[in-house]
């Protein structure tokens, strides 16, 4: 029986498990994408190879022994971005902590120390399975070596021997050194001789073995051009060769004990917690014989006692207390509008029962759920309230909810489950699987937590003067979240399918011009082909690279508009087609069968600013000042007993909260004069005037007014308005100058955050900045551009909350028809009756511009119209 040993290249894994997939961190905020990401494929390797002997190498440093020779090697790489360097220290604890020896060395690549353990390996008879994303390795194949290249993402692979390498490229592992020396690679800036890729690389060394015997019979190569290119190019191509070798003969010792895989499993559980990954804990077990995991029995799910009669529940009211809360916590199936309930468990004061809706003290717990006198406590309030509207049973008095409590004492953390929050703030952990969320015995032992969980919250929200926001503001919010959800609203199908038609029209106008311009036929969608055309073929210049070829991306396309029609065309054409997948394709999938209406998902637990966002639609991206994002508007309609859509919308509210946080009496005086701010501030800046203000000198102004908010440099403001890097700066220096309370408030909000670790908004809600102090100036500037805007954004965020919360109660006081149906940045949406349409304007505008009394008044635009576009 063969011994196995596996040797990974960390360093390629690690790249490749980031950008495969979104950013994750925890409730603590550490990255975790990369590190969890590696973690799967690692355990997917050890359960499939199951190898005797593993070792993961690591790049150490940039700089290696290649530098010294050609100075210019992988001189073109980008700097790690601070969310994955950050990464690479877990990823390293975790190898130590499955058993798994590291390696790097100062001055080497991780490949050379691949290939050196690869053949030292290989000579003491083990079969060898070398693991990585860079096909460099390749060239190491050879009987008894085996490489297994991840070709896409982190879950396509593929495993080379001699002969399916030979298969696929009619060449021999060996010969691929010189194919990588003739072709270059540009990932690793390795020249290579120019105009040569792989055909003619290939073609070149099964005509003549390898490069010196090119190099050596010029006069053989067929093509006078291709023997002149290879003639002028021999140092080159020679230098290229001797940068693409992996060396295998690195001064290494080699003791195969070393290599002994042996997990440690009690230190990969806690690495497993700290970093979130419950999920794969299970895929521990098993590892390795007699190893298995330290037992959670403590933690276990209790036993659900089963309420079945209307005397189970008496336990429950007598523990109720005038200053108690009853945790609730649902189980559900289902989604608005078709959720279904399946059952309650509740626990007040130690005790707690699960009662199936099909019970019969299923109307006690109604009961319950609808007594006004009862305080409740639940996780995800929402879940709840929408399960309660569902059944057309009242829920009232919600009074905490652990997820928004949670949320607000940590806005940067991805993942608020209960398992998640009773290990970090209890100390405990659930032995949960994906099934058992839909148990009693799950559904009691969530109740039981959310009580445990309420007095640590409480005490944390009070301490870190969130709780008014808490109470006042948040909690409020989910019943009006809920209604909205439940509610949902409608969509014009018929005109859905015009405008889809009429797109799709447009789309193809846009991609026979885009062939017409460039002259061929080919997959715009494809970043190949696209690349080919615009760099090779149209000879534009290259603004970035990937490890695959050109970048084409949104950010080059930008950089290259002006420098060929077909740009333009191009970035129309990304345009409309996202639009048209997002919401003309995706938003008649999303149209509800019964209720005719989308019921979009609104998420108060995402953002780290405090604002809304929206899924399945997201209607906070629909474009605001482009005809189709317009004719979008267009298809969301008042629903059959409703008349019109009323849109109101907040003037200027960042600017306007900038000017009272900042208290500069220029920007404050320009709101209370009711000026135009942007062209007043142009008038401040270009030193003119209000009336000789021209439509561009206030475009700028606008762009500095909104890029002041959020902390933009004059390289941005420069890429922004299209004027030189010194013009931006001046600028921005020049506003300053006169608004020079803006400047103060800038430099106190940073100077704060530097001295306590956050900033917080006018209503208290805090954004924690751990790179405030960072010895690294991107991401110090990154926190201090961040400490600056927050304030403002937030508090934006802030105000819009809480006039809907103001709006919705005077609206259900007044016992209106009418209803709120969406929130979108700055901007209430409602449907409302004829009768009902000057009230509720009123009402609306007055609710909204009261809510909070700044140095400066808040205006709000309120208009009507047949639908949402016609409202704006």
């Not at 590190?35 to 799967?40: A, M, Q, R, W």
């Not at 696929?168 to 105009?195: E, H, R």
Request: hydrophobic residues 40%; charged residues 20%.
């Amino acid at each position: 029986m063969s011994t196995k040993f596996m040797i990974i290249d960390g360093s390629s894994l690690v790249h490749r498990a980031f950008y495969a997939l979104p950013i994750l961190s925890t409730a603590g905020g550490i990255y975790t994408n990369a590190v969890y990401g590696f973690t799967t494929m690692l355990l997917k390797l050890l359960e499939n190879v199951k190898p005797d002997a593993v070792a993961v190498a690591f790049d150490k440093s940039r700089i290696t022994f290649r530098n010294e020779f050609y100075q210019a090697y992988k001189a073109h790489r980008q700097a790690t971005p601070s969310e994955l360097a950050e990464q690479f220290s877990y990823v390293r604890r975790l190898v130590e902590a499955f058993g798994i020896k590291v390696l790097e060395e100062a001055g080497y690549e991780a490949d050379d120390i691949i290939g050196t353990v690869a053949c030292q390996a290989e000579q003491h008879g083990f079969d060898v399975l070398i693991v990585t994303g860079d096909k460099d390795a390749l060239q190491l194949v050879k009987p008894g070596v085996q490489v297994m290249l991840t070709r896409k993402g982190i879950t396509d692979l593929e495993v080379f021997n001699p002969e399916t390498f030979f298969a696929k490229y009619g060449i021999t592992p060996k010969q691929f050194i010189d194919m990588k020396g003739l072709m270059g690679d540009p990932s690793d800036n390795i020249p290579g001789v120019a105009g040569i890729g792989e055909k003619t690389a290939l073609k070149l060394l099964q005509q003549f073995g390898d490069m010196e015997a090119v190099l050596q019979h010029l006069d053989q190569v067929s093509g006078k051009k291709l023997q002149e290119t290879l003639a002028n190019s021999v140092e080159i191509a020679l230098l290229s060769k001797k940068l693409a070798t992996i060396v295998c003969d690195m001064p290494l010792a080699f003791e195969a004990e070393s290599y002994k895989f042996q997990p440690d499993m009690a230190k990969l559980q806690e690495l497993f917690i700290l970093l979130e990954f419950q999920s794969l804990i299970p895929r521990l077990t098993g590892l390795t014989a007699g190893k298995t995991i330290p037992a959670l029995e403590e933690h276990s799910l209790p036993t659900a006692q089963i309420a079945v009669s209307a005397e189970d529940l008496a336990e429950i009211r007598k523990s109720l207390r005038t200053d108690s809360c009853l945790a609730v916590f649902p189980v559900v199936s289902g989604a608005v509008p078709a959720l279904t309930v399946d059952g309650m468990a509740v626990s007040c004061q130690g005790q707690a029962v699960y009662v199936p809706a099909d019970s019969a003290c299923w109307d006690g717990i109604l009961s319950l759920l609808a007594d006004s006198s009862v305080a409740k406590m639940t996780h995800d309030g929402k879940q709840l309230l929408n399960s309660c509207r569902q059944m057309g049973a009242p829920c009232r008095h919600l009074a905490f909810d652990t997820i928004i409590a949670a949320y607000l004492i940590e806005p940067s953390a991805t993942d608020y489950s209960l398992n998640v929050l009773s290990h970090q703030y209890l100390s405990q952990m659930a032995n949960v699987t994906a099934g058992d969320s839909q148990s009693s015995d799950f559904a009691v032992w969530a109740a039981r937590t959310i009580e445990a969980l309420y007095p640590v919250f409480r005490q944390r929200l009070e301490s870190a003067g969130l709780f008014s926001l808490f109470a006042d503001i948040e909690v409020p919010l989910v019943d009006i979240l809920s209604a909205m959800e439940t509610g949902g609203i409608t969509v014009d199908t018929e005109h859905l399918k015009t405008i889809n038609r009429d797109l799709s029209a447009k789309i193809e106008k846009l991609l026979a011009a885009i062939y017409a311009i460039s002259g061929e036929q080919f997959n715009v969608n494809s970043t190949k082909q696209l690349g080919a055309l615009l760099f090779d073929k149209l000879q534009l210049p290259v603004i970035k690279k990937t490890k695959t070829g050109y970048s084409t991306d949104a950010e080059v396309l930008d950089k290259l508009l002006g420098r060929h029609p077909v740009i333009e065309y191009l970035l129309n054409y990304r345009m409309l087609t996202k639009l048209k997948s997002t919401y003309l394709d995706g938003m008649g999938i999303l149209v509800n069968s019964l209720t005719g209406r989308i019921h979009t998902t609104f998420n108060q637990t995402v953002t780290t600013t405090g604002r809304l966002s929206s899924s399945e639609p997201n209607l906070q991206n629909i474009p605001v000042r482009t005809e189709e994002g317009r004719r979008i508007r267009e298809l969301f309609i008042p629903g059959r007993d409703w008349n019109l859509i009323l849109s109101a919308d907040y003037s200027q509210i960042e600017l306007r909260v900038l000017a009272h946080m900042s208290d500069d009496a220029n920007l404050i005086d320009a709101f209370r004069q009711n000026q135009d701010i942007h062209t007043r501030t142009a008038s401040e800046v270009f030193g003119v005037s209000m009336a000789e203000v021209t439509p561009p000198m206030r475009s700028k102004a606008k762009a500095v007014n909104f890029g002041i908010v959020y902390g933009i440099s004059d390289y941005g403001l420069s890429r922004d308005i299209g004027v030189a890097r010194k013009e931006a700066a001046l600028y921005i220096e020049s506003y300053f100058s006169r608004y020079p309370g803006v400047k103060k408030y800038m430099e106190q909000s940073v100077a704060m955050a530097k001295e306590q670790g956050y900033v917080s908004t006018l209503f208290g809600r805090r954004r924690y900045l751990p790179d405030i102090n960072n010895s690294n100036f991107s991401l110090r500037s990154f926190a201090e551009r961040t400490a600056m805007n927050t304030p403002i954004q937030g508090t934006a965020a802030d105000i819009i909350k809480k006039a809907m919360v103001d709006v919705y109660a005077l609206m259900q006081e007044r016992r209106l028809k009418s209803r709120m149906l969406v929130q979108v940045h700055d901007e209430l949406l409602f449907e409302v009756t004829e009768e009902e349409k000057d009230e509720v304007a009123s009402l609306v505008k007055q609710a909204m511009e009261q809510t909070v009394e700044l140095s400066v008044p808040l205006l709000v635009d309120v208009n009507t119209g047949e639908n949402w576009a016609a409202a704006k």
